[in-house]
Nanobody
Framework: QLQLVESGGGVVQPGGSLRLVCTAS????????IGWWRQAPGKEREFVAL???????NYADAVKGRFVSSRDNDKKTVDLQMNNLKEEDTAKYYC???????WGQGTQVTVSS
C-alpha cells in the first residue's frame, strides 16, 4: 500500500515555471510506475505524465517539450518540472500509481497574468 502527497503548486504567470513533488510512503515504491494527472474545473481528469520504474517517462502531447518527470527511488519521490506554463495548464494536479489504485490529494496550479 502507498500513500501519496503532492506539493509545490501555486500561482505563476504565463511563461513561468513550477516544480511539483509527489512524495510516497509505504513499501515497494520502486515497483510502481507513478503518473501525474490534472483536472480543470468543468473538465475530465486527463493524463499528464508517467514515470516508469526504470526512470523513463511518457508525456501527453499537450505538455511534451515543456514538462519533465523524474523520480528518486531512494527518496520515494516523483517530480514534475513544468516550464513555459500556459493558462490552459491551470488545474488541480494529482499523482497516482499507474493502475490508479493510489492517489494523492492534489495540488492546485494556477497560471494567470
Amino acid at each position: 500500500q502507498l500513500q501519496l502527497v503532492e506539493s509545490g503548486g501555486g500561482v505563476v504567470q504565463p511563461g513561468g515555471s513550477l516544480r511539483l513533488v509527489c512524495t510516497a510512503s509505504g513499501r515497494n515504491f520502486g515497483n510502481y510506475a507513478i503518473g501525474w494527472w490534472r483536472q480543470a474545473p468543468g473538465k475530465e481528469r486527463e493524463f499528464v505524465a508517467l514515470s516508469w520504474t526504470g526512470g523513463t517517462s511518457n508525456y501527453a502531447d499537450a505538455v511534451k517539450g515543456r514538462f519533465v518527470s523524474s523520480r528518486d527511488n531512494d527518496k520515494k519521490t516523483v517530480d514534475l518540472q513544468m516550464n513555459n506554463l500556459k493558462e490552459e495548464d491551470t488545474a488541480k494536479y494529482y499523482c497516482a500509481t499507474r493502475d490508479r489504485e493510489y492517489w494523492g490529494q492534489g495540488t492546485q496550479v494556477t497560471v494567470s497574468s
